[in-house]
């Protein structure tokens, strides 16, 4: 298996938060994102909306919680296996969004591992170009796991304009 996760909850979680998906889904979910032939680690962290705000403030400079953030990690040639970095899950805010945007709770914390471990690995969606690669990466992805497009109703918003 080409990558391993080694999955930590906080503990300032709150009941309210919702239900997370166990490690063995988001190790399922994580190897079939992971593109790379190498054996790599990365470390996923489930955190509370507060702490979330807290990373996202910090790390990018954004006043409020997100869904996920990654952070690579550049491992020495002679480290083995490579550790890819770390992603952190925000438990409140994806339900909440998976709510929001009338999706299945598990396709959405799908969509958040793949999309963060696509970045882990260097993908990015900063211009149009990259965007599109990213997202057609995940879609194909998702696809192969089950899966809807996460993004057909944005499609289909676009298409009614």
Request: proline content about 5%; aromatic content about 4%; overall charge negative.
């Amino acid at each position: 298996m080409p990558v391993s996760i080694e999955m930590s909850v906080s503990d300032n979680l709150d009941a309210e938060e919702g239900d997370i998906p166990d490690a063995a889904l988001v190790q399922q979910w994580a190897e079939k994102a992971c593109l790379c032939d190498d054996q790599v680690i990365t470390s996923v962290q489930i955190v509370s909306k507060d702490e979330m705000h807290e990373l996202n403030n910090t790390w990018r400079g954004k006043n409020r919680p997100t869904n996920v953030l990654s952070f690579p990690m550049q491992s020495p040639d002679e480290v083995d296996p490579k550790i890819l970095g770390d992603l952190v899950l925000c438990a409140d805010v994806i339900n909440t969004e998976a709510r929001q945007q009338h999706k299945p709770d598990q396709a959405h914390w799908a969509h958040m591992v793949v999309h963060g471990m696509l970045h882990l690995q260097g993908y990015d969606h900063i211009d149009e170009h990259q965007a599109d690669e990213m997202e057609a990466l995940e879609i194909r992805i998702l696809d192969q796991l089950g899966f809807d497009n996460p993004y057909l109703e944005n499609v289909l918003e676009q298409a009614a304009e």
